[in-house]
């Protein structure tokens, strides 16, 4: 299964935008983006997902590339409590399947 | 309202043996994923059931099976365990196939292999 491709970590100052990348050139056609967090000792949580979309919710904004093959989480002012592991994933098509890459460990500092 | 529960939440088993793990949805949610999350890696897809039939299954040996009842809540048996074995067991529950995009996760069942 095509996993997609994140950096290993980033760093962000507290109350300001971070923007976390992800590449997925092999995605197919009909498979959904997700992100979701994970907290040490905690179950990954949902974050966002779309399609093709630029999507936003109360927790984040998701900005997809008009070819797909990239998208980027915007988390638009980072406080300490959004320091965890991002994983950027993909949605098999018509399946409640998810596809977990490495994650980006994001830290946030005060 | 309850979130998505896991039983046990810590168990150490040696090789050779068989251990069975426990997930209870939320309330109104018909479908369940297992994953297996390996220390420092990203949770991998092992079964999803839906109404109480198997919808999908990921790359693991038939040493894996589970099962969902009639009241929803699902199990996850491991037989013949081996040292890899040893990760966090998350389930995951939704109120339809996952279509939806949100999947709601336990907090897990961290097994260890001796």
């Known amino acids: 299964d095509a996993k997609t491709t994140q950096p290993n970590s980033m760093e962000s100052n507290e109350e300001e935008p971070v923007h976390l990348p992800c590449n997925h050139s092999?995605?197919?056609?009909?498979?959904?983006i997700h992100w979701y967090r994970q907290l040490p000792s905690q179950g990954p949580e949902y974050v966002i997902h779309?399609?093709?979309s630029n999507v936003n919710n109360r927790m984040a904004s998701l900005a997809i590339a008009e070819d797909r093959k990239s998208s980027t989480l915007i988390l638009h002012r980072a406080t300490l409590r959004d320091a965890a592991v991002y994983y950027c994933?993909?949605?098999?098509?018509?399946?409640?399947?998810?596809?977990f890459g490495q994650g980006t460990t994001l830290q946030v500092k005060p | 309202d309850a979130g998505v529960t896991q039983s046990p939440t810590h168990l150490i088993k040696t090789r050779g043996q068989h251990v069975t793990l426990r997930c209870s949805p939320i309330?109104?949610?018909?479908?369940v994923s297992w994953y297996q999350q390996v220390l420092g890696q990203g949770p991998q897809f092992i079964f999803q059931?839906?109404?109480?039939?198997?919808?999908g299954r990921g790359n693991f040996p038939d040493r894996f099976s589970a099962r969902q009842f009639p009241n929803y809540s699902s199990e996850l048996n491991v037989n013949a365990l081996l040292l890899g074995d040893s990760a966090l067991y998350l389930c995951?529950?939704?109120?339809?196939?996952?279509?939806?995009?949100?999947?709601?996760f336990g907090e897990g069942s961290r097994l260890t292999v001796l």
């Open positions: 995951a529950s939704s109120w339809d196939r996952g279509r939806s995009g949100e999947l709601f």
């Open positions: 994933i993909r949605g098999v098509s018509n399946t409640g399947k998810l596809i």
């Open positions: 779309g399609l093709t």
């Open positions: 059931y839906y109404e109480k039939e198997e919808r």
């Open positions: 309330s109104g949610h018909k479908s």
């Open positions: 092999t995605i197919s056609g009909t498979d959904y």
